[in-house]
């Protein structure tokens, strides 16, 4: 593979701005779980595997079982996830693959059922910069060690 450019380093400005986003995310009353579902299911989504390592063993680092990780793909059918992670984790596909939006509204009215907007827009956000990092992770040519 061929080297890539270094954000960090080429563009710190823009790399700050980004660990910005992130000292916000980690400040809001997101769980630690929701938080993890969606850096996970998002980078699956979008095949970062050094997102996926990284965010795996964190999350396993903070409780969380073998098999919600590894039931992640298919949650829909799974019944070791909540109503509100299900929620999120619909909403984090139809945010991910946000040019196939037809299901949208629909993930968006069960978030408001289950959460309230500040909630809401924090996990938004949250999905937002995780699919940034999976987005600077590929194209930058980030590798699991």
């Known amino acids: 593979m061929s080297t890539r450019v270094n954000i960090s380093k080429t563009a710190p400005d823009a790399y700050k701005a980004f660990v ?4 916000y995310i980690a400040s809001t009353a997101l769980t630690t779980t ?3 579902l969606i850096k996970i299911r998002a980078s699956q989504i979008n095949g970062c595997a050094f997102c996926i390592n990284m965010h ?3 999350a396993r680092k903070y409780g969380e079982t073998e098999q919600r990780i590894y039931m992640l793909n298919a949650w829909r059918e799974a019944d070791i996830y909540t109503e509100e992670e299900k929620a999120i984790l619909a909403l984090t596909e139809q945010i991910t693959l946000i040019s ?6 629909e993930a968006y009215a069960r978030m408001k059922e289950l959460f309230d907007d500040k909630y809401i827009a924090d996990v938004i956000v949250m999905i937002s910069a995780i699919n940034n990092w999976n987005r600077i992770a590929i194209s930058s040519g980030w590798r699991v060690a």
Request: charged letters at 30%; zero cysteines.
């Open 34 to 36: 929701h938080k993890e």
């Open 56 to 58: 795996t063993a964190d």
């Open 100 to 105: 196939n939006h037809h299901g949208l509204e």
């Open 20 to 23: 910005g986003v992130e000292n």
